[in-house]
């Protein structure tokens, strides 16, 4: 089964300590993603990767860092989390089958994190 | 600042009535629209999408309508149905940015039986 498989899938944390999500992929794609998704915003962009250690900013970086090491494995770390991050992260990679710039993604499943 | 504004946030619809969600951009470089539909606890999967160069795109029940002078594109689900009852949302992107997706805020749709 295609995938993407993140961990944890649920968290809770208090403010000022470090979280890091992990998403990991079978797909062998160049292209993930973070985004995470707010009542009333929908999905904004995090940090992406296109490539092993290659990496940018997205929308809303503030407070986040990433590392992509390997193809497969692209970490979410929150050096000090805060209640304003308390939101439920979601990893991308381009849909199967398809190049990118397609704008077609496939979704993980979430991970969800409260900060306390 | 919001690049795709969506709307409504909830939708009540009976079984059977039609279901129409409104999204407006404002990037004109956008060229690639999409829609996703996400049920509780599970991530957004890609539902139906258009480019600019048509202005409709049907499957099955679901339609895309696309007004590119407006800056409007809007989802119509024909005959809704309790399991359509789900999170939608509108998403834009742009040629050769490496997949990125501008999200609107998400519409709540319940479909009454």
């Known amino acids: 089964d295609a995938g993407i498989t993140q961990s944890p899938r649920h968290k809770v944390t208090e403010t000022g300590t470090p979280v890091t999500l992990r998403c990991h992929q079978t797909?062998?794609?160049?292209?993930m993603y973070w985004y995470r998704q707010d009542p009333g915003h929908g999905l904004r962009l995090i940090h992406y990767?296109?490539?092993?250690?290659?990496?940018d900013k997205g929308e809303v970086s503030d407070g986040y860092s990433v590392s992509r090491s390997k193809t497969e494995d692209f970490l979410l770390t929150l050096e000090s989390a805060t209640s304003s991050q308390t939101s439920v992260y979601f990893c991308a990679i381009p849909a199967p089958r398809r190049s990118a710039n397609t704008g077609e993604l496939f979704f993980g499943e979430g991970s969800r994190l409260t900060v306390l | 600042q919001q690049q795709v504004k969506q709307s409504p946030q909830s939708l009540i619809v009976q079984k059977g009535g039609i279901s129409i969600i409104n999204c407006a951009y404002e990037n004109t470089a956008f060229d690639y629209f999409p829609w996703y539909q996400q049920f509780p606890g599970k991530g957004p999967a890609l539902l139906i999408a258009?480019?600019?160069?048509?202005s409709e795109k049907k499957e099955g029940r679901f339609t895309i309508s696309f007004n590119k002078s407006a800056k409007q594109f809007s989802l119509h689900i024909m005959d809704s149905q309790p399991g359509d009852s789900a999170t939608y949302f509108c998403a834009a992107s742009m040629n050769n940015a490496g997949n990125m997706l501008t999200f609107g805020g998400g519409t709540r749709l319940m479909v009454k039986p």
């Open positions: 797909e062998n794609h160049r292209y």
């Open positions: 990767s296109y490539g092993v250690k290659d990496t």
């Open positions: 258009i480019r600019p160069d048509v």
